[in-house]
């Protein structure tokens, strides 16, 4: 059954339906992902880095190049890991007094 029109001959819509076999294989184990997840918790200043939070591009930097243990792994998937639990490098805003001074001030200022 060269052809799809044979294929679907012979099984019917059966032969429409694909049969993948779930994608690529994994390239980083469970035991790196929980090493990842570990090193993402710690604070840099711990593992001897000069700085007081990760970024992405600084945890990948230092996964690749740690001497006790390798994992290379991409920005992108890095990230992805890091969301699947719970961990996310983005800036914490605080809140802060605008600057502008209230309704009430600049109706005493000009009436003034």
Known sequence: MRTPSGAFNAKGLAALDPLWAGGRPRLISDDEREFIVMTARTRPVTLGRPFTHWSVRKLADYLADNRVRRVKVGRERLRQILHEHGISFQRTRT??????????????????
């Open 95 to 112: 809140w802060k007094e605008s600057k502008i001074p209230t309704r009430t001030s600049n109706s005493t200022v000009l009436s003034t």
